[in-house]
């Protein structure tokens, strides 16, 4: 049986949040799976969650700061070595200041034109080519910008 096979789809939530042209990306901390890679910050739906509360309850937990939640920019469904994830790139707006990191071991503001070339978790990758793209054309200007800037 192949892993496809074995394994359901796992749902996880992924916050983009902006400021200006920049989106946030965290790097997995020593002792995580994929540790040393960058991500957009967020986790696995719980039963019960939608994308959008699961990434409101993700981003308390692991930047201790609040957000809301918008629409979702993209899904993609990647599969590693383990099973296959469905990655959900949900719009955030951050509500309130400050970090305070607990899964990951460094967190920036990327310009939208510079993610890719940063070690990216695999599944990343067309997620950060989209935001690429949509900066590019000027057709993304997050709620988030005019308050984080
Ligand atoms: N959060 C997040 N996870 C990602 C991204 N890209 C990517 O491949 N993943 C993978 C890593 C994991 O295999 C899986 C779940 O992410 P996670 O480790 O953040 O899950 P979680 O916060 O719920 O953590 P845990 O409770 O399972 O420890 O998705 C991404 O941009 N953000
Ligand atoms: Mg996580």
């Known amino acids: 049986m192949n892993a496809a096979a074995m394994y359901p789809v796992q749902n996880v939530?992924?916050?983009i949040a902006c400021r200006g042209d920049r989106v946030l990306v965290t790097r997995r901390a020593p002792g995580q799976k994929m540790a040393g890679l960058w991500?957009?910050?967020g986790g696995k739906l719980e039963p019960g969650e939608t994308p959008q509360?699961?990434?409101v309850r993700e981003i308390a937990?692991?930047?201790?700061?609040d957000c809301t939640a918008g629409g979702i920019l993209m899904e993609h469904r990647?599969?590693?070595s383990g099973g296959a994830i469905n990655l959900i790139a949900v719009i955030v707006t951050l509500t309130s200041d400050g970090f305070r990191?607990?899964?990951?071991?460094?967190?920036?503001?990327?310009?939208a034109s510079d993610l890719l070339s940063l070690e990216l978790a695999p599944a990343d990758i067309p997620v950060a080519r989209r935001l690429r793209d949509l900066f590019k054309r000027g057709a993304l200007q997050p709620s988030a910008s005019a308050r984080m800037s």
């Open 13 to 15: 939530a992924a916050a």
């Open 39 to 41: 991500e957009f910050p």
């Open 53 to 55: 509360t699961c990434i």
């Open 61 to 65: 937990e692991e930047l201790s700061v």
């Open 78 to 80: 990647h599969t590693y």
């Open 101 to 111: 990191l607990s899964v990951h071991d460094d967190a920036r503001w990327v310009p």
